[in-house]
């Protein structure tokens, strides 16, 4: 037969994509070292090379995560997948789930919930705010779920959630400790054993500088005991863990069944930013991430320009929340921000959109020069921006 769709004009010139300061919540700049493991060559998703990358992996986030967990890995997808592998595979029809809202995350998990059919309810505080182990302690004894969600770096509102003590509350209850990472993991402390997390999970493309595609994840002991006894199938086959368990190597089983195709060269990229971060070492980074958000934000408030997060001390150092300049259209500014300087930053997301300007430094993008070159191009657009004259 004649093809009745020709082959399309736009496939047929090159794309070469732009260079740009990656300074949004995410994907953020991906070095060179982490781009070339990527353009390593295609090995099959179950050689023995790719087994033993896998593993590596493993080692890499149990460093990152500071964990002794078995079942720890990378899923393949981004955060949003292993928000859902994590509450797939704990939840079933009918069990209660609650979530702590302070931003877009807590929304999303409870809506993920929602779907599953659990019985959900959310404790919520305003954008900008967080939680007393009180408030979470007399909501997990009115609500009595089986799992309780919180997000450690809310990259909608810039808010990095205290962590200790939370475990033990949710364990007092009998409740399983769920910690979204994604926007923090690497750039603000967090113990996953110490602080009795029973479920982590992060990105690649945040601090570790790799590639969007591959999502750490890892189940403590008393977790597992709910994962891998469960009385239904979780409703995805890719995201379920007795599959994924098996794959990674984490069931101790001797045998890996096909399950899916991993991603080859985002495990390469993956153990690429891993490694990068095992180098430099976590309690150096983390202090990097600091001293340069508190750099950061001091610049700002030298230029008049407002933090969204009004205490200090829970201030996410990855990504920061700046009041939406009054009088400007916070779009002309990241609008002028790309054209004039070649340079991403973004509005709010979620419960902060309109309200706040955000900018993301992490990783390799985490330095004094990147917040010189991003005050010099807000203070450059506060200039060249139309200003209402209210
Ligand atoms: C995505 O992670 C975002 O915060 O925009």
Redesign the pocket.
Same mark, same amino acid.
């Given at each position: 037969l004649p093809l009745s769709v020709p082959p399309p004009e736009c496939l047929q010139k090159r794309f070469v994509a732009p260079q740009r300061h990656m300074f $949004?919540? $995410?994907p953020s700049n991906v070095p060179l070292r982490i781009l070339a493991a990527g353009a390593e060559p295609i090995i099959g998703h179950m050689h023995p090379e790719m087994f033993e990358i896998m593993s590596d992996i493993k080692s890499g986030i149990q460093y990152a995560f500071q964990t002794q967990n078995k079942v720890t890995l990378a899923v393949s997808g981004t $955060?949003h997948a292993a928000m859902e592998c994590a509450l797939f595979n704990v939840l079933e029809p009918g069990e209660g789930f609650l979530a702590a809202v302070n931003g877009?995350w807590g929304e999303r998990a409870a809506d993920i919930a929602e779907r599953i059919g659990a019985r959900v309810n959310t404790i919520v505080t305003s954008a900008g705010g967080c939680f007393t182990n009180e408030d979470i302690d007399q909501a997990l004894a009115k609500h009595k779920p089986v799992l309780f969600f919180l997000t450690h770096g809310e +990259? +909608?509102t810039g808010v990095l959630h205290p962590l200790d003590g939370i475990g033990e509350i949710c364990h007092k209850h009998n409740c399983l400790f769920l910690v979204d990472c994604?926007?923090s993991m690497g750039g603000a402390p967090i113990y996953m054993d110490k602080q009795g997390i029973d479920i982590l999970y992060s990105g690649s493309q945040k601090v570790l500088n790799a590639p969007p595609g591959t999502a750490p994840i890892s189940f403590s002991e008393r977790a597992c005991q709910k994962v891998f006894n469960r009385k239904t199938k979780p409703v995805s086959f890719l995201l379920d863990m007795s599959w994924l368990a098996n794959y990674w190597g984490c069931d101790g089983k001797l045998t890996r069944i096909y399950h899916h195709t991993g991603p080859v060269s985002n495990f390469y990229s993956l153990r690429e930013g891993l490694a990068v971060l095992a180098e430099q070492g976590l309690e150096n980074t983390w202090q990097r991430h600091r001293e340069v958000a508190e750099y950061f934000h001091e610049g700002l408030e030298n230029m008049g320009l407002k933090l969204f997060v009004k205490d200090k001390n829970i201030r996410l150092p990855t990504?920061t929340t700046i009041v939406a300049p009054a009088g400007y259209n916070w779009k002309e500014i990241t609008s002028y921000i790309m054209k004039t300087h070649n340079l991403e930053i +973004?509005g709010g997301?979620g419960p902060s959109v309109g309200q706040v300007l955000?900018v993301g430094l992490m990783g390799c993008n985490s330095s004094k020069a990147s917040v010189d070159m991003v005050l010099k191009a807000l203070r450059d657009a506060l200039k060249h921006c139309h200003k209402s004259k209210v």
């Open positions: $949004g919540p $995410g $955060g877009i +990259s +909608s994604v926007a990504v +973004s997301l955000r």
